[in-house]
């Protein structure tokens, strides 16, 4: 029994020994090489802010140079992804995309991460940034009443469809020796209230935005007439001026023009002339009239 048994362990003993054996003598598997890849880049390197670019790249295997399709490739600029897009049957990629980046010179990262078969690679090129042309229509009025308060309005644009971020963005109104600012809102839109603290005439009234690392300065400029008040200066008949009535069939009817080139020559040239002025023929002049029954 022994014996049967001593052969039983004998032969289990070399069954494994000839596996054992036949396993080391198996030649590993080496595992699959990555091979190596070339982007180029081949697109867009200059752009305004808000306008829309086109990245192209082409990605080959670097031995053969054969075009590898459907590998994704991404374009970065510190860090932060702009576009993707995957290759087509000649190794080409390309991906439109709006430019939000304040202007400036920046480096555009071209990139494919790689895969099971293929190593990764990345080429870098430089992307330049530019100013974005702005115009500015004024839309308020063009004509006002000294001494009077008013609004006066504007409204930025780009020249293109393609349009960026118009708020906050600071417009200023100068009006003769008065100037006023605001800023924008969504829609490009401004306005600032303005009392006409102005001698009667015609002024330049420019509107200006000075630019900032988005846009470029933009101006537009027009004629805004300043009216004098809607106040009877007597003269023509029945008009009402206290003293044209006292004196203009006296002796004294001489002083009449010297009195109106006082008016017009002085007294209407700066403001508490004018509230002078204002005073006399709405409130003092009617009622003088009417105390001495003048009518």
């Not at 293109?160 to 839109?189: C, H, M, W, Y």
């Not at 209230?193 to 933009?218: E, H, I, Q, R």
């Amino acid at each position: 029994m022994k014996k049967i048994l001593f052969i039983l362990l004998g032969l289990i003993f070399a069954n494994f020994t000839s596996q054992a054996l036949a396993l080391l003598q198996t030649p590993k598997e080496e595992p699959l090489l990555q091979k190596e890849t070339i982007l180029e880049y081949q697109g867009e390197n200059q752009v305004q802010y808000s306008d829309e670019i086109l990245f192209k790249a082409t990605l080959k295997e670097k031995e053969t140079l054969n075009p590898l399709a459907n590998k994704k490739i991404s374009w970065k600029v510190d860090g932060k992804n702009l576009a993707s897009s995957f290759t087509n049957s000649e190794g080409e990629a390309l991906a439109t995309t709006k430019i939000t980046l304040s202007s400036g010179n920046y480096t555009l990262l071209s990139l494919f991460e790689g895969d099971q078969d293929y190593k990764g690679s990345s080429t870098s090129s430089l992307l330049k940034v530019n100013k974005e042309d702005l115009s500015i229509q004024y839309t308020g009025p063009i004509s006002g009443v000294e001494d009077e308060t008013i609004t006066l309005s504007a409204k930025i644009s780009e020249q293109d469809n393609s349009v960026g971020n118009l708020s906050q963005k600071k417009i200023v109104f100068e009006l003769g020796p008065i100037k006023r600012a605001n800023t924008t809102n969504s829609l490009g839109e401004t306005s600032v209230s303005f009392n006409l603290d102005l001698s009667p005439g015609t002024y330049a009234l420019k509107v200006y935005f000075a630019g900032d690392a988005f846009y470029k300065p933009a101006q537009t400029q027009t004629s805004f007439e300043v009216k004098s008040k809607r106040i009877n200066r007597g003269g023509g008949g029945g008009g009402g001026c206290f003293a044209e009535r006292i004196l203009k069939d006296t002796k004294l009817a001489w002083t009449l023009d010297l009195l109106r080139t006082i008016r017009d020559e002085f007294l209407l040239k700066f403001k508490l002339g004018r509230e002078f002025t204002s005073f006399y023929y709405l409130k003092l002049s009617p009622t003088l009239i009417e105390l001495f029954n003048l009518k």
